[in-house]
Each structure stands twice: as structure tokens, then as C-alpha cells.
């Protein structure tokens, strides 16, 4: 990853899994990293590790991502969004006040990401987004992340053309063993690796080290913009 060496990675979601692997990677690599998150405690050690510039950001607040852009030191090589996961939760009991900024969060925010971006990354740059598949499959309190994960691919083949030269892509995670997956599963998390070493073709689960080396990929890769990469050790395979 030579070509990330004296380049500005921003990584939105940086303080913790798949977003925090990705810092590490680019870090690695040369890169100056810049990380944003909610968590103050997680984000200032993300900061002391890395050396990073951190900052505090929202992507429901369309002033704070605005303001966020506007003061960085200089045009940006790349930015990967890995911000806040979806919710689960069945119709019947979904809170939709939660729901809409959860949406708003997924969608709008990725088009004002994607509308900062335009200015201040560097052509030939990159943005890149990370969603998941859960439109792949409809099943009991998935509706608001499938609409999210449905509505990505489309935004980022929009943004592709609207923004160019910088260059966007989307990541489309199965199940990926990070710390939000041990919050969401609990006492299950176990079970679930235990299934997937089982059954998905690759015979292991899928780690936050395996994404962050797409997202590197999609920065370095100048030929690679508009599509969205799947990333789930083939579970979409499984009957």
C-alpha cells in the first residue's frame, strides 16, 4: 500500500471496529489519519495510538458534518464512513421517531458526506462507504437495514458520476466479528461464529482486519469507482 504513504486518510466511524481497523491499516501504510466518533473515551485512544487528528462527529447533525469539512488543514486523499450501525426491530414494535434518524443518518448522511466530499478530497481521491446485506434476505426487524443497505449501491453509483474525479465505492459487510456484533448478539455471539465456521465456504468468520484490506484496496485501486463490493465470506451462498 505504497501509494497511501504521505496521503490524509479520514476515517468516519474510527474509534472502533471495521473503522478502527481501517485507521490502524492506513496507518501502517503511512498514512495521517484523521478519525471521527461519538465515544469520547474510544476516540481519544484511537487518537493516542495512531497519532491521529480526532474529532467528535455525528452524521444525523448536517452542520456538525459541514463544519467538520470545512475545517480540515487541507484538501484530503480519502474518506471511508463507517459510522453507526442500523437497528432491528419488527414492525409491529418499531419506534419510528428512531427509525427516521436512523435513516436519516444511513442516507442523508452519506449524500452530505458525499457533497463535502466533492470539495475537499483531492481528485483522484476516494470516498467509500461501508453497508451491509440485509437487503439480500427479508426476515423478522430487518426492514430499516435493508432499506439502508438497498439504498447505498444507489447513492454511491449517483455520487461516482456527480463527483468525479474522486472516485466512490461501497463495502456490502455480512457478518463481521467486531465489538457491535458482541453488543447486538450477547450470550449468542459464540453460537454465531461456531454456525459460520461451519457452513460459510471460507470455514471461518469474517474479521474487521478482512474489510479494512478492502477499503485499502478501493483507496489504492484508482480503477475501481461507483460499484459496491461484497464482503461475507459467501454467506449470500448459503441456501
Given at each position: 500500500m505504497n501509494e497511501l504513504s504521505a496521503s490524509t486518510v479520514v476515517v468516519?466511524?474510527?474509534?472502533?471496529?471495521?473503522?478502527?481497523?481501517?485507521?490502524?491499516?492506513?496507518?501502517?501504510a503511512g498514512a495521517k489519519i484523521v478519525v471521527t466518533g461519538r465515544d469520547r473515551g474510544r476516540l481519544d485512544a484511537a487518537r493516542d495510538e495512531l497519532g491521529a487528528t480526532a474529532a467528535r462527529l455525528d452524521l444525523g447533525d448536517a452542520e456538525g458534518v459541514h463544519r467538520f469539512f470545512a475545517e480540515l488543514a487541507a484538501p484530503v486523499d480519502h474518506v471511508l464512513v463507517a459510522g453507526g450501525g442500523p437497528i432491528y426491530s419488527p414492525l409491529v414494535d418499531m419506534d419510528f421517531d428512531m427509525a427516521r434518524g436512523v435513516l436519516d443518518e444511513h442516507l442523508l448522511g452519506?449524500?452530505?458526506?458525499a457533497k463535502e466530499c466533492?470539495?475537499?478530497?483531492?481528485?483522484?481521491?476516494s470516498l467509500t462507504y461501508i453497508t451491509g446485506?440485509?437487503?439480500?434476505?427479508?426476515?423478522?426487524?430487518?426492514?430499516?437495514?435493508?432499506?439502508?443497505?438497498?439504498?447505498?449501491?444507489?447513492i454511491t453509483a449517483n455520487a461516482a458520476v456527480e463527483i468525479a474525479p474522486v472516485r466512490v465505492n461501497a463495502i456490502a459487510a455480512g457478518f463481521v466479528d467486531?465489538?457491535?456484533s458482541a453488543r447486538l448478539l450477547g450470550d449468542e455471539l459464540e453460537r454465531r461464529r461456531e454456525?459460520?465456521?461451519a457452513t460459510l465456504p471460507i470455514r471461518r468468520v469474517v474479521g474487521p482486519s478482512d474489510v479494512a484490506a478492502l477499503a485499502l484496496h478501493l483507496m489504492t485501486n484508482t480503477a475501481l469507482?461507483?460499484?459496491t463490493y461484497d464482503i461475507d465470506g459467501g454467506q449470500q451462498l448459503i441456501p
Open positions: 468516519i466511524g474510527g474509534s472502533s471496529g471495521i473503522g478502527l481497523e481501517t485507521a490502524r491499516q492506513a496507518h501502517a452519506s449524500l452530505r458526506i466533492a470539495t475537499r478530497v483531492r481528485p483522484g481521491g446485506t440485509y437487503a439480500r434476505r427479508p426476515g423478522v426487524g430487518l426492514s430499516i437495514a435493508a432499506v439502508a443497505a438497498a439504498a447505498l449501491p444507489a467486531t465489538p457491535l454456525e459460520l465456521r469507482t461507483g460499484a
